[in-house]
């Protein structure tokens, strides 16, 4: 079993601290995000999965990032203008940073520590990629935007998931599910 995820000091994109201590007790699904992706229209769902299990203390947190083909151009307050604008989205949003090499943020390096390999469609979505002319990362690298960790109650990483898995898909409501219930 992995060790807890330690304390990692967070800022909000309204530039407020935070930090990962002050969501322990809860599920967390961490997700990074861009505006300008063809996964982008996941907020809606991600939107939905929080509304649907925040009484049971699931959290869905974004952390947009740049990363990948420069899907994420926008400030801090342009991402959170577009996010609800667009999608409603209510859920905590976090300072865009990185979430891939050298100058990966903190909660990215120790999450891909924790969970170095992801479940869900990967080798067709690196096919998919391919197609289009992209490398696309290997494990434990983040490979793409709307990559999804979720985080038990206590800190350690549960379970990790592509960037295609869809906030409906089955094998993710059923891991919160599992989670929420521990």
Partial sequence: MTQPLPDIALI?????????AAHRGNVLLIVNTASQC????????LEKLRSTYAGRGLEVVGFPANDFGAQEPGS????????SIN???SF???RKASVVGSDKQPLYAAL???????TGDV???KDRLRGHGLSPNEDPEVLWNFE?????????????????????DPALIAAIDTALDA
């Fill in 148 to 168: 999804k960790f979720l985080v038990g109650r206590d800190g350690r990483v549960l379970a990790r998931f592509s960037p295609t898995t869809d906030p409906k």
């Fill in 38 to 45: 063809g996964l982008t229209p996941q907020y809606e769902g």
């Fill in 76 to 83: 801090d307050d342009e991402i959170a203008q577009f996010c």
């Fill in 12 to 20: 909000r994109n309204d530039g407020s601290p935070d930090s990962l």
């Fill in 92 to 94: 905590p949003l976090f």
């Fill in 87 to 89: 999608f409603q989205t």
């Fill in 112 to 118: 891909v520590e924790a969970a170095p390999t992801k």
């Fill in 123 to 125: 080798d067709g979505f």
